[in-house]
């Protein structure tokens, strides 16, 4: 179903009140340790929460029983209540831990949720209900978390959440949310975080023993924004938005993920097993350069974040607080990607995966510290981000399980993402796939899609959703 409305515009959302929630109990002041991988993160990542079943009655109280959550689960996570603050004698940013305060925004609009049409990732409804900010040169003005509900004429509310992503990844950003969600339905908290950081910081004096692709200097970044072409995909301006770009949704169902999976073993002696997200992520980085046309020479790379807690030895603590993420690079020929088999990229995907050991990530801390204002570089291929484990159904805040969860991007989004969600759909799952392309790559990529449905024996048109 589509929306009904006809743009973004069109959702008159009216601002009732906006509060600063601080810690229910009292908080030591102090700071927390921002690393080297934190600190590439310094942006809002923002999601999304949608309530439709809440009668008129149960609405009533919503906004006060999530404030009063949020003020409580800001005990333990108190650092979500502080600032960013230039520390002068390291050089380098952390969280002043000093109560300021969480953004609680609470908004109203006249319309149903229904009226909003299909809720996925590219409803272009959605960004309107988070906060559309960007961190600016007051650090201390910024809050680190934004929360803001929307209540609508149907009883239900959306919320929109927005962290600055150096403070949680995937991983202790379910942590977060569970403990909300646990204390907003009444059960309280049931895990506490694991702050302590100090295993992540760079050696003195740093040694790094590995090369790392993943990463483009800020002088080299420079130097090509000044003399590249922003429509070479070879450039790192392909990271900036596009308006050329046409975005797709594609459906991966059981059987289909079955098929590709038995493809990807054909080959013994290249592939032995594979995950679900193995074989996808290289049947999409092998479709889409097939789609780009690229030379056979020039490079098709692959990028994606691993989580290395339990890659340590000992084992960092699951309920540890930040971003223990490592990013995996695969740099191969376009030639070689094209003309191989499946199985021939997924080994590769398994091989760059088992790569991220302790020594891999301590290299990249160090490597980081002699090369600060470093980014990730994407240029000349694509990021993968998995929300395999975004698990909706424990954001139940006391009415349910979401009907719908996500990310939330503004304005145009990023050309080399390519976003994997999970969908339970009549008790099967399924992934729903998320990419931009210039049109006529589009027509290419679908192209093959359609050609792997018809051999995997499934029906192209049901798979495939096309929204612009």
């Given at each position: 179903?589509e929306?009904?409305?006809s743009?973004?515009n069109?959702?008159?959302?009216r601002?009732?009140?906006?509060t600063?929630?601080r810690p229910a109990?009292d908080?030591?002041e102090?700071?927390l340790?921002?690393?080297?991988i934190d600190?590439?993160?310094?942006?809002y990542?923002?999601?999304?929460y949608v309530?439709?079943?809440?009668?008129?009655a149960e609405?009533?109280?919503v906004?006060?029983?999530?404030?009063?959550?949020?003020a409580k689960v800001l005990v333990p996570?108190?650092f979500m209540?502080?600032?960013?603050?230039m520390?002068?004698?390291?050089e380098r940013?952390?969280?002043?831990c000093?109560?300021?305060?969480v953004?609680?925004s609470?908004?109203?609009?006249?319309?149903?949720?229904?009226?909003?049409g299909t809720?996925d990732?590219?409803?272009?409804?959605l960004?309107?209900l988070?906060?559309d900010?960007?961190?600016?040169d007051?650090l201390s003005?910024?809050?680190?978390?934004?929360l803001k509900v929307?209540?609508?004429?149907?009883g239900?509310?959306i919320?929109?959440l927005?962290?600055i992503?150096a403070l949680l990844d995937?991983q202790?950003?379910?942590?977060?949310?569970?403990q909300f969600a646990?204390?907003?339905?009444?059960?309280g908290?049931?895990?506490?975080?694991?702050?302590?950081?100090e295993a992540?910081?760079?050696r003195d004096?740093?040694?790094?023993?590995?090369?790392?692709p993943e990463f483009m200097?800020?002088?080299v970044?420079?130097?090509?924004m000044a003399?590249?072409d922003p429509?070479?995909?070879?450039?790192p301006?392909?990271?900036w938005p596009?308006?050329?770009?046409?975005w797709?949704?594609f459906s991966?169902?059981t059987?289909?993920?079955?098929y590709?999976?038995?493809?990807?073993?054909?080959?013994?002696s290249?592939v032995k097993?594979?995950s679900?997200f193995?074989v996808?992520?290289?049947?999409?980085w092998?479709?889409?350069?097939?789609a780009?046309?690229?030379?056979p020479n020039?490079v098709?790379?692959?990028?994606?974040?691993?989580?290395?807690?339990?890659?340590f030895n000992?084992?960092?603590?699951k309920?540890?607080?930040g971003n223990a993420?490592?990013t995996?690079?695969?740099r191969?020929?376009?030639?070689?990607?094209?003309?191989s088999?499946?199985?021939?990229c997924?080994?590769?995907?398994?091989d760059?995966?088992?790569k991220?050991?302790?020594a891999?990530v301590?290299?990249t801390?160090?490597?980081?510290?002699?090369n600060k204002?470093?980014?990730?570089?994407?240029?000349?291929?694509i990021?993968?981000?998995s929300?395999?484990?975004?698990i909706?159904s424990?954001?139940?805040l006391g009415?349910?399980?979401?009907a719908?969860?996500g990310?939330?991007?503004?304005?145009e989004?990023?050309?080399?993402?390519?976003i994997l969600?999970p969908?339970?759909?009549?008790e099967?799952s399924i992934?729903?796939?998320?990419?931009a392309?210039?049109?006529?790559?589009m027509?290419k990529?679908?192209?093959?899609?359609?050609?792997s449905?018809e051999?995997a024996?499934?029906?192209?048109?049901?798979?495939?959703?096309?929204?612009?």
């Open positions: 179903m929306s009904k409305l743009t973004a069109s959702l008159n959302i601002l009732v009140s906006e600063m929630v109990a908080t030591k102090g700071t340790f921002l690393t080297n600190h590439l993160l310094m942006f990542a923002q999601t999304i309530y439709p079943h809440v009668s008129e609405s009533k109280d906004i006060e029983i999530l404030r009063n959550a949020l996570f108190n209540a502080g600032r960013l603050r520390n002068d004698d390291e940013l952390e969280v002043h000093n109560r300021a305060g953004l609680f609470h908004a109203e609009t006249e319309i149903i949720i229904a009226d909003m809720l990732f590219l409803n272009p409804l960004p309107r988070t906060a900010l960007q961190l600016t007051q003005d910024c809050p680190l978390m934004i929307t209540k609508f004429r149907c239900g509310f919320v929109g927005s962290i992503h995937g202790s950003g379910d942590i977060f949310m569970n646990s204390i907003s339905r009444g059960d908290l049931t895990a506490l975080p694991y702050l302590n950081k992540l910081r760079a004096p740093p040694r790094p023993i590995y090369e790392h200097k800020a002088s970044l420079q130097a090509f003399n590249s429509n070479d995909l070879t450039s301006q392909a990271l596009l308006s050329k770009n046409q797709k949704s991966f169902c059987k289909f993920i079955n590709l999976q038995s493809k990807a073993l054909e080959d013994e290249l097993k594979c679900k193995d996808l992520a290289a049947y999409l092998q479709a889409r350069t097939k780009l046309d690229m030379s020039q098709s790379q692959l990028m994606f974040a691993v989580d290395f807690r339990q890659r000992p084992p960092l603590p309920e540890l607080i993420v490592a995996s690079c695969i191969t020929s376009a030639n070689k990607i094209i003309n088999p499946l199985s021939f997924v080994k590769q995907i398994q760059a995966k088992g991220i050991t302790e891999y301590r290299s801390i160090d490597w980081l510290q002699l204002g470093s980014i990730l570089s994407a240029s000349g291929g990021i993968i981000s929300w395999s484990r975004f909706t424990r954001m139940n009415w349910g399980a979401p719908y969860s990310p939330v991007f503004h304005g989004q990023l050309k080399n993402f390519v969600l969908k339970k759909q009549q099967e992934f729903h796939v998320y990419l392309l210039e049109e006529h790559q027509d990529f679908t192209q093959i899609y359609q050609t449905c051999m024996e499934l029906d192209r048109n049901v798979c495939m959703q096309c929204r612009l």
